[in-house]
Each structure stands twice: as C-alpha cells, then as structure tokens.
C-alpha cells in the first residue's frame, strides 16, 4: 500500500484522488471492453487495492484497463484493530481505507481472470492464522500486503512465515522504517531461515536501500545518485527466494532518481523484479497516474524488451505459476 508520505502528504492526495473519482465515474464503462489505444502485450500488475481511498470497484476496473493490465493481484488489509502492530487503529485499511479479505475475494470470483486476490490479516490478533488460512484455501496466490508495526523476525510474523511454506505462496512486505516491518538489515536471517519462502520486498526503506551509500534511514525518498550494492541490491543477488516489487512512488523514484543506475539494476535483477502500481488514480493514465509512470520508465529503462517483458508480465507469471 502506498501510504508513503507524512499525514498531511495523505490528506492532500485524498483530495486529489476524490476530485479524480467523481471525474472518472463520468468518463469510463465498466470493462472489461477494450480501449483504443490499450498495449496487446499482457501485463501483470501484483499490488492493487480495492476502495483504495474512497475509489470505487467500477473506477478500479477501469483505472486497470486503462493502464493495459491485464491480471491484478488485490491485496487486502486485516481487521481493524487497534494494538501495538496498527499503531493504535493508525494502520487499519493499510492506512488508506483499503478494504479487507472479503471485498479482494468477492471481485476476484466476480471477475476471474482480470483479479486474483490476496490473503492477509493484523498479524498479533489471535486468530491471524486462522484468518488467512481461510483464504489460503479458497486459492488466494500471496499473503499480503503485510504492513504492520512488528520485527521483521518477530513470533507473529513468523508463524505467517510458516504458513507460507505450507501452502506455497509468496509474502508481500511493506518496509519502512520505524513504521511496519523493523529491522530491514536483520531480514537476511529470515530469508535463510525459510528458504522455501519467497519473499517480495516494497516500500520506502527496500527502496531507499537500492544505493551503497544510504545511510539516514529516516530519509525515505533519497534524491541523490546511487551506488550500486546498497542492502536490498545485495540481498537480491544473494538470495533466490527474494524478489522486489516495483509499485508505489518509492519504486518509481528508485528508477528515475538515477536513471543510468536503473538500466544496470534492471539488467542486474531481471529476473526478480515484478511490476505492481499500488496507484490510487481513477484514470490509468495522466500525471497523476504514478502506475502508468511506472509501466512508462520500466518501458524506457530496461535494457531489452526482453527484460521488460520479464518485469511486466513473465517473472509474476512463473512466480505466482500463473
């Protein structure tokens, strides 16, 4: 989820994205029609939301459409709740009103094939396995978006862990620092410790570390040039049960903040990077759109259509065994 500035930064994008939605329920039909203009070339898109903001299920379809997406992953929140993981109920909706396992399920079986839906839930609530185990069953591909206030390697989180290895399916995870998921330079224990496990790493701080010299974790947005070998670029080549999730303004700003760094680490990770958009724009297109500026710069950067392909569409393929 792309709750990924301070609270005033939401506000005024809650505005912006209110004026989008009553724009857009007057511009586009319901899909899934085919618009002029629409890529034939298939694209899976791994991290969307549904009543992202206020934005309804029929300005998500078309929003989707409109950026040429041809599968979305919907990954839900947990239940509001409010203990130490959601920051006393600050967390609850992935802090921007996104809705929970139920609404995911119920617009993937109305539409199948165009959404697929996670699995997720507060991770400390007791019935937290239960919960996603739930939706395991019913088929859901991932666990995620997992965005809660707890250690990395915290019991809770790893009976999720577990939980992933039984059943075979990745775990999202947002990072950001001193927010959800602590201590990014402890994951590596995790990744050794459950080798079956892919895991997909999102957000701010998974971002930010792409550069050697990141130092300021507080800083989430660096603007500077990168030096390659940064954590996050280690851990990729190290480790095959890892991947990145190129969504949200943090993915987007990892690829334009250095754009000759972007080619060579796209070249680099060909293989474990997934587009996702986490965009809550009504349009699918525009500048406010940041998942349509994404599809562009992956367009425009990647070394070989071969590889922008791969980023597009064919990694999220053989990892979800679409």
């Given at each position: 989820?792309?709750?990924?500035?301070?609270?005033?930064?939401?506000?005024?994008?809650?505005?912006?994205?209110?004026?989008?939605?009553?724009?857009?329920?007057?511009?586009?039909?319901?899909?899934?029609?085919?618009?002029?203009?629409?890529?034939?070339?298939?694209?899976?898109?791994?991290?969307?939301?549904?009543?992202?903001?206020?934005?309804?299920?029929?300005?998500?379809?078309?929003?989707?459409?409109?950026?040429?997406?041809?599968?979305?992953?919907?990954?839900?929140?947990?239940?509001?709740?409010?203990?130490?993981?959601?920051?006393?109920?600050?967390?609850?909706?992935?802090?921007?009103?996104?809705?929970?396992?139920?609404?995911?399920?119920?617009?993937?079986?109305?539409?199948?094939?165009?959404?697929?839906?996670?699995?997720?839930?507060?991770?400390?609530?007791?019935?937290?396995?239960?919960?996603?185990?739930?939706?395991?069953?019913?088929?859901?591909?991932?666990?995620?978006?997992?965005?809660?206030?707890?250690?990395?390697?915290?019991?809770?989180?790893?009976?999720?862990?577990?939980?992933?290895?039984?059943?075979?399916?990745?775990?999202?995870?947002?990072?950001?620092?001193?927010?959800y998921n602590y201590d990014f330079y402890r994951f590596h224990t995790m990744l050794e410790k459950y080798p079956q496990v892919n895991f997909i790493g999102h957000a701010q701080t998974w971002w930010a570390n792409i550069d050697k010299n990141h130092q300021d974790q507080n800083v989430l947005y660096p603007k500077a040039k990168v030096t390659a070998g940064g954590l996050t670029d280690r851990l990729l080549s190290k480790y095959p049960n890892l991947y990145g999730d190129m969504s949200a303004g943090s993915g987007l700003n990892a690829l334009l903040r250095d754009?000759?760094?972007?080619?060579?680490?796209?070249?680099?990770?060909?293989?474990?990077?997934?587009?996702?958009?986490?965009?809550?724009?009504?349009?699918?297109?525009?500048?406010?759109?940041?998942?349509?500026?994404?599809?562009?710069?992956?367009?425009?950067?990647?070394?070989?259509?071969?590889?922008?392909?791969?980023?597009?569409?064919?990694?999220?393929?053989?990892?979800?065994?679409?």
């Open positions: 989820m792309n709750t990924e500035k301070s609270s005033s930064f939401l506000t005024r994008r809650g505005f912006l994205a209110s004026t989008s939605l009553m724009l857009a329920g007057a511009t586009f039909k319901l899909p899934f029609e085919k618009r002029e203009g629409t890529q034939a070339e298939p694209i899976i898109d791994i991290h969307q939301h549904t009543d992202y903001m206020g934005r309804t299920h029929e300005q998500l379809i078309a929003h989707q459409q409109a950026m040429g997406v041809t599968t979305t992953f919907l990954l839900p929140a947990g239940t509001p709740a409010f203990g130490f993981s959601t920051h006393k109920g600050i967390s609850n909706g992935l802090q921007a009103k996104c809705s929970g396992n139920e609404a995911c399920y119920g617009l993937a079986q109305k539409y199948p094939g165009q959404f697929t839906f996670g699995a997720n839930e507060v991770p400390d609530l007791p019935e937290a396995v239960q919960e996603i185990e739930k939706y395991l069953k019913l088929g859901a591909p991932i666990i995620g978006e997992s965005k809660f206030g707890l250690e990395c390697d915290a019991p809770e989180m790893q009976r999720i862990y577990e939980l992933a290895q039984t059943y075979r399916v990745p775990v999202l995870m947002h990072w950001q620092y001193t927010m754009e000759e760094h972007a080619r060579g680490f796209l070249e680099r990770h060909q293989d474990k990077l997934l587009y996702g958009s986490d965009c809550l724009d009504a349009f699918g297109h525009g500048p406010n759109c940041q998942g349509a500026q994404t599809i562009a710069a992956i367009r425009r950067l990647a070394p070989t259509k071969a590889i922008e392909r791969k980023i597009l569409y064919e990694n999220a393929k053989k990892l979800f065994r679409l």
